[in-house]
């Protein structure tokens, strides 16, 4: 099945839910709304003629400017088909949370702790929702936000040093 | 005062005795074991927080993050040319398959095609790579289990191929020789030569390797039936590379999507079938005769050419013509100052190291640095079936479960 086929194969099977479809150097980036996510996943993993069955990444993408402000990008490969099919949703910042996908691919659980440990997006029935990269008790926000300085919080700044002469 | 000796009294609970419910029942509890961060067989700073009954593993929850680095944040601050020196920190044992993986992204994002020559180049210095890889990972594994000859036998020849990668880019580990668009420098005659002597003086190597290990009833009896786990686990799990194929799922980016040198060269790819923990050493001794076989091919169909693409926009001049071509010197400044201008778009590329697929996800809105850059690592996807695949063995199973992985810290905190 070529790109464009599965493309408009989804276009058909899901008419309402699906947002656009981009083909770019050879990948195929699906976007969906965020309620049926799962529902698309789901069709992705379980249908014989997708049989989307390995989960490759769970990524993440920040724009600060768009009223849907983050991206969760999903991206699954077939092995059987040799093929891979990029999926992806946006979440508001005031109410970001998506469906797990835990319960279709069992690797997407450390997968989505990571998204939510480095960008705040939680992940609805998702069995074990902690911090996994940083620290248990951290609550200075969520690193790859685009809002997290990139080069410090300015403190280093505010050392004072002491005058070469006066030493 | 007197002590009631709880050691010496002698407890018979028979449930087909009611009268043994009188005698006082033996109490008991899971016990809580927390492996690491700071121990030698973790391979790194990893910590497992072990349940326990008795000595098998109830559950296990690993804990990352202690070499968290925020490789991924700091990519967005530096240009597309400067992240290749992170790459190296990743998994710093391979340091020259990262920097593959994260040029190939590069080059897919900015649509670059890369000469001939200089694929044949990357594809004996990435299989070389393997080698190193491979002969870490079972040096380290054997030492595990306590098989301590097999270590020093493989950090020797390792040590050969070491050397000859600080003669090729001067630095044994922290490379950084692939470029966007080509490689660094082309291999010396002198090079050429010592690695043409090492492919002879392996092969034989290799099976003294396998000699040591496979009559070494206690390092067998540890290795076989443990850590199983089933295909389509595997597959669900996302695990990739010998960890995936030991369960005998083919699944090779070499093959699956042919790239470099890799579909001009004849080479297979081993499958396991029970997948534990000896199939998963099986393939990796399999690839390392496959990557000689690999090396070999590559040197007879080499020809002469470029090594480096001419995209004077997006890759670097040589370095002779930096010293004494003004141009060349204001290209390379501006390339390195401001970067290339990459078009807006998302990429994701996958490349099979040796630990499995290694792939760089990146979206770029234009302009020199990469608005979002994500690792696919190997070492932590792995570490995710890590609590699947421990539950029933003993502790020390644990222990060749990580090295059965190949995990390394820097790759899996990032």
């Known amino acids: 099945m070529s790109l464009q086929q599965l493309a408009s194969q989804l276009q058909d099977t899901f008419p309402v839910g699906l947002v656009k479809a981009v083909e770019w150097r050879g990948d195929l980036a699906v976007t969906v709304t965020r309620d049926r996510l799962h529902e698309v996943a789901q069709y992705l993993h379980d249908d014989p003629a997708m049989d989307f069955d390995y989960i490759v990444h769970v990524s993440s993408v920040d724009w600060p400017d768009d009223e849907e402000?983050?991206?969760?990008?999903?991206?699954?490969?077939?092995?059987?088909?040799?093929?891979?099919?990029?999926?992806?949703?946006?979440?508001?910042?005031?109410?970001?949370?998506?469906?797990?996908?835990?319960?279709?691919?069992?690797?997407?659980?450390?997968?989505?702790?990571?998204?939510?440990?480095?960008?705040?997006?939680?992940?609805?029935?998702?069995?074990?929702?902690?911090?996994?990269?940083?620290?248990?008790?951290?609550?200075?926000?969520?690193?790859?936000?685009?809002?997290?300085p990139l080069r410090g919080k300015g403190w280093r700044d505010t050392f004072e040093f002491l005058d070469e002469t006066a030493r | 005062?007197?002590?009631?000796?709880?050691?010496?009294?002698?407890?018979?609970?028979?449930?087909?005795?009611?009268?043994?419910?009188?005698?006082?029942?033996?109490?008991?509890?899971?016990?809580?074991?927390?492996?690491?961060?700071?121990?030698?067989?973790?391979?790194?700073?990893?910590?497992?927080?072990?349940?326990?009954e008795g000595e098998r593993l109830v559950k296990s929850t690993p804990v990352l993050g202690f070499l968290h680095r925020g490789v991924e944040k700091?990519?967005?601050?530096?240009?597309?040319?400067?992240?290749?020196?992170?790459?190296?920190?990743?998994?710093?044992?391979?340091?020259?398959?990262n920097n593959f993986a994260y040029c190939r992204a590069v080059e897919k994002l900015m649509n670059i095609t890369v000469p001939?020559?200089?694929?044949?180049?990357?594809?004996?210095?990435?299989?070389?790579?393997?080698?190193?890889?491979?002969?870490?990972?079972?040096?380290?594994?054997?030492?595990?289990?306590?098989?301590?000859?097999?270590?020093?036998?493989?950090?020797?020849?390792?040590?050969?191929?070491?050397?000859?990668?600080?003669?090729?880019?001067?630095?044994?580990?922290?490379?950084?020789?692939?470029?966007i668009g080509g490689v660094e420098r082309d291999l010396t005659s002198s090079l050429l030569d010592k690695l043409k002597q090492f492919l002879d003086y392996f092969p034989p190597k290799i099976d003294e390797y396998v000699i040591f290990l496979e009559t070494n009833r206690i390092w067998v009896a540890r290795t076989k039936g443990v850590a199983v786990i089933s295909a389509e686990d595997a597959v669900s799990f996302g695990l990739s590379g010998p960890t995936l194929r030991a369960s005998g799922v083919d699944y090779d980016l070499r093959k699956a999507e042919p790239y470099s040198a890799y579909p001009k060269c004849e080479f297979s790819v081993p499958l396991g079938k029970n997948g534990d923990t000896y199939d998963r050493y099986w393939i990796r001794v399999q690839e390392l005769y496959e990557s000689v076989k690999i090396i070999r091919q590559c040197l007879e169909q080499m020809q002469d050419g470029p090594i480096m693409a001419d995209v004077p926009s997006v890759t670097l001049p040589p370095k002779q013509r930096v010293f004494t071509n003004l141009e060349s010197m204001i290209q390379q400044f501006k390339l390195f100052?401001?970067?290339?201008?990459?078009?807006?778009?998302?990429?994701?590329?996958?490349?099979?190291?040796?630990?499995?697929?290694?792939?760089?996800?990146?979206?770029?809105?234009?302009?020199?640095?990469?608005?979002?850059?994500?690792?696919?690592?190997?070492?932590?996807?792995?570490?995710?079936?890590?609590?699947?695949?421990?539950?029933?063995?003993?502790?020390?199973?644990?222990?060749?479960?990580?090295?059965?992985?190949?995990?390394?810290?820097?790759e899996c905190d990032r």
């Open chain 1, 69 to 148: 402000r983050f991206e969760v990008v999903y991206e699954f490969y077939s092995i059987k088909k040799r093929q891979r099919i990029r999926l992806k949703t946006r979440v508001p910042e005031s109410d970001c949370i998506v469906d797990s996908l835990t319960d279709l691919w069992k690797g997407a659980d450390f997968m989505e702790r990571e998204v939510y440990d480095m960008m705040g997006i939680r992940f609805r029935h998702h069995p074990d929702l902690r911090r996994i990269l940083m620290p248990d008790d951290y609550t200075e926000g969520y690193p790859l936000r685009k809002d997290f």
């Open chain 2, 74 to 97: 700091l990519a967005e601050d530096g240009t597309y040319h400067q992240f290749i020196p992170h790459t190296d920190r990743l998994d710093y044992v391979c340091a020259m398959y």
């Open chain 2, 337 to 410: 100052s401001q970067g290339f201008d990459a078009p807006p778009g998302e990429i994701y590329c996958g490349t099979e190291a040796h630990k499995g697929e290694l792939g760089f996800y990146i979206v770029s809105t234009g302009g020199g640095k990469p608005y979002r850059l994500k690792i696919r690592a190997p070492s932590f996807i792995h570490m995710g079936a890590f609590d699947h695949m421990s539950r029933g063995y003993m502790i020390a199973d644990a222990i060749t479960l990580f090295g059965s992985y190949d995990i390394v810290m820097g």
């Open chain 2, 116 to 179: 001939d020559r200089a694929e044949y180049l990357r594809t004996i210095v990435a299989e070389v790579q393997r080698i190193i890889g491979h002969q870490f990972w079972l040096g380290t594994q054997a030492l595990d289990i306590g098989a301590m000859t097999v270590f020093f036998y493989c950090f020797r020849d390792r040590e050969i191929l070491l050397d000859w990668f600080d003669e090729l880019c001067g630095a044994r580990l922290t490379t950084s020789w692939y470029r």
């Open chain 2, 1 to 52: 005062m007197a002590f009631e000796d709880q050691r010496t009294t002698v407890y018979k609970v028979d449930p087909a005795h009611p009268e043994s419910e009188t005698l006082p029942t033996l109490r008991t509890e899971e016990l809580l074991l927390n492996m690491g961060p700071q121990h030698p067989a973790t391979h790194g700073v990893l910590k497992v927080i072990l349940e326990l």
